[in-house]
């Protein structure tokens, strides 16, 4: 069964990775249709869609039952897809017996295994990942390819990414090129895979190094020997990848001999020059089963951080012993002859004056300068302003406008305070400004986790001011601990460069 091409004019150029305007599959047969976001449609076998993917089939099965939609005769039920015709076009061509399209670029081969795990594609999925082993990986960045791996939660390639990147230096300062490539988050988590790598091949070198290098290299003539009764040096050797896992490499253990060699080329007690080729083979695969095992147990600690989950670290405010903590919110303030309802994220409804809005705020003043629609909500004859802000911020927000003194609670989280200053600048509320800056600044916090917040919110001078402070300490990962998970890539990268 073969696709029938579509005619194009002879002056048109097509990308042969992206679908034709109209119909790219359009096989005899077809009995049933699946229709991209941007309306390309595919008329296809579904048998071959429903054997591929447990989801797709269910959503055929819908549409196939759908009993509200009345089929002309000669149509074909049609099911809707989510993802431009680019998307379906490629994962088809891995389905069908044609050519497979391997996307060009890494971002959209990542996003390509993205979707076919939605759909729960599991061979189609091995099927792309064998055609894009055969391309040529030799310019592909470890660190872009994990960063895309996690963002679109692909497991596999993020793992096979972050054992690449274990021949890099895992600090901060020298990876401060590459910050930017990924969330804070992610970077956290491939910090905490490299430590764990570290941890478990120390731990599984040493009973190596201890049993004789699996009784590998017993027996040998040399200057020197660990309590095991290996050479000395090749005991350090084996202990030295623990540290620096990329010195796993035959290159660097075969530089280690020579230099050792060249060093005892003069004692008669070393041997070392004459250990035969069978010999290192023997030791090599034994110590390729350990590092392999170390770097399997270290895989369960690789966990995915897709975007907007587990991003966020909740920072708990202290308190002294007994003491609770009052979270409530505060009453909205009463106000009397109140023409206007602000009504909150959480449908909280708050009564203000519009003249003191308008003045305070040019962005109310340019909103409500609007002719209100006919079919406007009113509560008590009032018209309702929805905005996107939750009751607990707006109740210390609103209140500034008004001769109170407004109180910000000691025990609020930092973040909680940056969110309030955020409002004032999104709505323009210059008026309130320095009240808030101030509660900013007089309030001891970790340095880094609100320059983190801060620079998440856009603003500047609270990102400056704790820049500053920062400068007390030094940039890595032991420094930062689970704070980074806060920071977004760029904000990490411009401030190692202040440092």
Same mark, same amino acid.
């Given at each position: 069964?073969?696709?029938?091409?579509?005619?194009?004019?002879?002056?048109?150029?097509?990308?042969?990775?992206?679908?034709?305007?109209?119909?790219?599959?359009?096989?005899?047969?077809?009995?049933?249709?699946?229709?991209?976001?941007?309306?390309?449609?595919?008329?296809?076998?579904?048998?071959?869609?429903?054997?591929?993917? =447990?989801?797709?089939?269910?959503?055929?099965?819908?549409?196939?039952?759908?009993?509200?939609?009345?089929?002309?005769?000669?149509?074909?039920?049609?099911?809707?897809?989510?993802?431009?015709?680019?998307?379906?076009?490629?994962?088809?061509?891995?389905?069908? +017996?044609?050519? =497979?399209?391997? +996307?060009?670029?890494?971002?959209?081969?990542?996003?390509?295994?993205?979707?076919?795990?939605?759909?729960?594609?599991?061979?189609?999925?091995?099927?792309?990942?064998?055609?894009?082993?055969?391309?040529?990986?030799?310019?592909?960045?470890?660190?872009?390819?994990?960063?895309?791996?996690?963002?679109?939660?692909?497991?596999?390639?993020?793992?096979?990414?972050?054992?690449?990147?274990?021949?890099?230096?895992?600090?901060?300062?020298?990876?401060?090129?590459? #910050?930017?490539?990924?969330?804070?988050?992610?970077?956290?988590?491939?910090?905490?895979?490299?430590?764990?790598?570290?941890?478990?091949?120390?731990?599984?070198?040493?009973?190596?190094?201890?049993?004789?290098?699996?009784?590998?290299?017993?027996?040998?003539?040399?200057?020197?020997?660990?309590?095991?009764?290996?050479?000395?040096?090749?005991?350090?050797?084996?202990?030295?990848?623990?540290?620096?896992?990329?010195?796993?490499?035959?290159?660097?253990?075969?530089?280690?001999?020579?230099?050792?060699?060249?060093?005892?080329?003069?004692? +008669?007690?070393?041997?070392?020059?004459?250990?035969?080729?069978?010999?290192?083979?023997?030791?090599?695969?034994?110590?390729?089963?350990?590092?392999?095992?170390?770097?399997?147990?270290?895989?369960?600690?690789?966990?995915?951080?897709?975007?907007?989950?587990?991003?966020?670290?909740?920072?708990?405010?202290?308190?002294?012993?007994?003491?609770?903590?009052?979270?409530?919110?505060?009453?909205?303030?009463?106000? +009397?002859?109140?023409?206007?309802?602000?009504?909150?994220?959480?449908?909280?409804?708050?009564?203000?004056?519009?003249?003191?809005?308008?003045?305070?705020?040019?962005?109310?003043?340019?909103?409500? &300068?609007?002719?209100?629609?006919?079919?406007?909500?009113?509560?008590?004859?009032?018209?309702?302003?929805?905005?996107?802000?939750?009751?607990?911020?707006? &109740?210390?927000?609103?209140?500034? #406008?008004?001769?109170?003194?407004?109180?910000?609670?000691?025990?609020?989280?930092?973040?909680?305070?940056?969110?309030?200053?955020?409002?004032?600048?999104?709505?323009?509320?210059?008026?309130?400004?320095?009240?808030?800056?101030?509660?900013?600044?007089?309030?001891?916090?970790?340095?880094?986790?609100?320059?983190?917040?801060?620079?998440?919110?856009? #603003?500047?001078?609270?990102?400056?001011?704790?820049?500053?402070?920062?400068?007390?300490?030094?940039?890595?990962?032991?420094?930062?601990?689970?704070?980074?998970?806060?920071?977004?890539?760029?904000?990490?990268?411009?401030?190692?460069?202040?440092?």
């Amino acid at each position: 069964m073969s696709t029938v091409p579509l005619e194009t004019s002879a002056s048109s150029v097509v990308d042969p990775d992206e679908p034709s305007p109209n119909s790219v599959f359009d096989y005899p047969g077809a009995d049933i249709i699946l229709r991209s976001r941007d309306s390309r449609d595919f008329r296809v076998p579904k048998l071959y869609i429903v054997n591929s993917s =447990p989801v797709l089939s269910e959503l055929i099965q819908n549409a196939s039952n759908s009993s509200d939609v009345a089929h002309t005769e000669g149509s074909l039920p049609t099911v809707q897809l989510s993802d431009s015709g680019a998307i379906p076009h490629r994962l088809l061509t891995f389905i069908f +017996p044609v050519s =497979p399209i391997v +996307p060009s670029t890494i971002e959209e081969r990542m996003e390509l295994l993205s979707v076919a795990r939605e759909y729960q594609m599991n061979s189609t999925m091995a099927h792309i990942r064998g055609s894009i082993a055969l391309q040529d990986s030799s310019s592909i960045d470890a660190f872009r390819v994990y960063s895309l791996a996690q963002k679109y939660g692909l497991r596999q390639e993020a793992l096979q990414a972050a054992r690449t990147i274990l021949t890099f230096s895992m600090t901060i300062e020298n990876l401060k090129d590459k #910050l930017d490539i990924m969330p804070g988050a992610s970077l956290h988590e491939l910090w905490k895979y490299h430590k764990r790598v570290r941890t478990l091949l120390a731990s599984d070198l040493a009973e190596f190094r201890e049993s004789g290098a699996r009784g590998t290299m017993t027996g040998l003539c040399c200057t020197e020997f660990s309590p095991s009764l290996i050479p000395r040096w090749l005991d350090s050797y084996i202990e030295s990848i623990g540290e620096t896992p990329n010195l796993f490499d035959l290159v660097e253990f075969n530089i280690t001999l020579a230099r050792h060699i060249r060093d005892e080329a003069t004692d +008669p007690r070393c041997a070392c020059a004459s250990m035969t080729s069978q010999t290192i083979r023997t030791f090599w695969t034994a110590l390729t089963a350990t590092v392999h095992g170390s770097l399997k147990k270290a895989g369960s600690a690789l966990s995915l951080v897709q975007e907007g989950v587990n991003s966020q670290v909740p920072v708990k405010p202290r308190s002294k012993k007994g003491a609770k903590m009052d979270f409530s919110r505060p009453k909205p303030l009463e106000v +009397p002859d109140a023409d206007l309802i602000l009504r909150s994220a959480d449908r909280v409804h708050f009564r203000v004056h519009k003249s003191l809005l308008t003045m305070a705020s040019p962005f109310f003043k340019d909103l409500l &300068s609007l002719p209100q629609l006919p079919d406007s909500e009113v509560v008590d004859g009032l018209p309702i302003v929805q905005l996107s802000e939750d009751a607990e911020l707006l &109740s210390y927000l609103i209140p500034m #406008l008004y001769p109170v003194r407004p109180v910000i609670p000691i025990s609020w989280p930092r973040d909680k305070t940056l969110s309030l200053l955020a409002a004032r600048e999104k709505y323009d509320m210059v008026s309130i400004q320095s009240l808030i800056r101030a509660e900013v600044r007089c309030r001891p916090s970790g340095a880094f986790h609100t320059y983190a917040l801060a620079s998440s919110k856009g #603003l500047t001078p609270e990102m400056e001011h704790a820049a500053r402070l920062t400068l007390d300490y030094p940039v890595t990962f032991e420094t930062l601990g689970e704070g980074l998970r806060v920071f977004e890539g760029w904000a990490l990268r411009d401030l190692v460069r202040f440092h």
